[in-house]
């Protein structure tokens, strides 16, 4: 049971430059979600799926896009990268109760 | 929303008991969870708590009163792989959202 599968897990980004970071999950969960962690700030989000076909903003969105494709995917674009979106980058998914939540590997961004 | 506080950070010796507190402050709450992050990892899951009172689940424990709007994560013979972030979250609005507290980093001695 592979979980939640993020790609890539390291990239390097020069300013102004896009990309999109992918995530998949195999637990048939309703909910997923991108945070961005950075040190001494937790784990703040960025956008969630509380179901296949919505999308809602999170604490963090600006300069983000994201897109539910179907129930098992959920990918984030970064559409002109600025360094203060250097950070980790989780994906997570969790059932309808969200009591518990399910993490990727995280993908390290560094913008420069 | 949900905002939830807890310490920077905690040290504590090999062998001894450590507790790690959260506060919150919300409009409207379900429950809260904890979760254990090591350095260059991702959080993992460890205890939920949707009604007053102690859950135990081997070393760990966490508590929870709904009343002082406060919850702790109790660590009991602390090993050195121990040492890692400790995150206390809660599930906020109509989509049950998991919000996180800033994490305290426990850094175990010898």
């Known amino acids: 049971n592979a979980g939640v599968t993020q790609t890539p897990k390291f990239q390097v980004l020069k300013t102004g430059q896009s990309m999109t970071l992918q995530c998949a999950q195999d637990?048939?969960?309703?909910?997923m979600y991108w945070y961005r962690q950075d040190p001494g700030m937790g784990l703040r989000l960025i956008y969630y799926s509380a179901s296949e076909g919505t999308t809602d903003k999170g604490e963090v969105p600006n300069g983000y896009n994201v897109s539910r494709l179907n129930k098992r995917e959920f990918s984030l674009r970064l559409e002109s990268a600025a360094p203060s979106q250097t950070s980790v980058y989780f994906c997570?998914?969790?059932?309808?109760?969200?009591?518990?939540?399910?993490f990727g590997q995280g993908t390290r961004l560094t913008v420069v | 929303g949900q905002s939830l506080e807890q310490p920077s950070e905690v040290t504590a010796v090999e062998g001894a008991i450590v507790q790690i507190n959260c506060t919150y402050q919300t409009s409207g709450f379900y429950g809260l969870s904890w979760y254990q992050q090591h350095d260059g990892g991702a959080p993992t899951f460890l205890s939920y708590?949707?009604?007053?009172g102690l859950e135990e689940t081997g070393r760990f424990s966490s508590f929870l009163s709904r009343s002082d709007s406060y919850g702790y994560l109790l660590l009991q013979e602390l090993q050195m792989k121990d040492s890692a972030s400790y995150f206390c979250?809660?599930?906020?609005?109509?989509?049950?959202?998991?919000?996180f507290g800033r994490g305290t980093s426990l850094i175990v001695h010898p």
């Open positions: 708590n949707a009604l007053d």
């Open positions: 637990m048939n969960h309703n909910s």
């Open positions: 997570a998914s969790s059932s309808r109760s969200n009591t518990e939540a399910f």
């Open positions: 979250a809660a599930p906020s609005g109509g989509s049950y959202i998991p919000t």
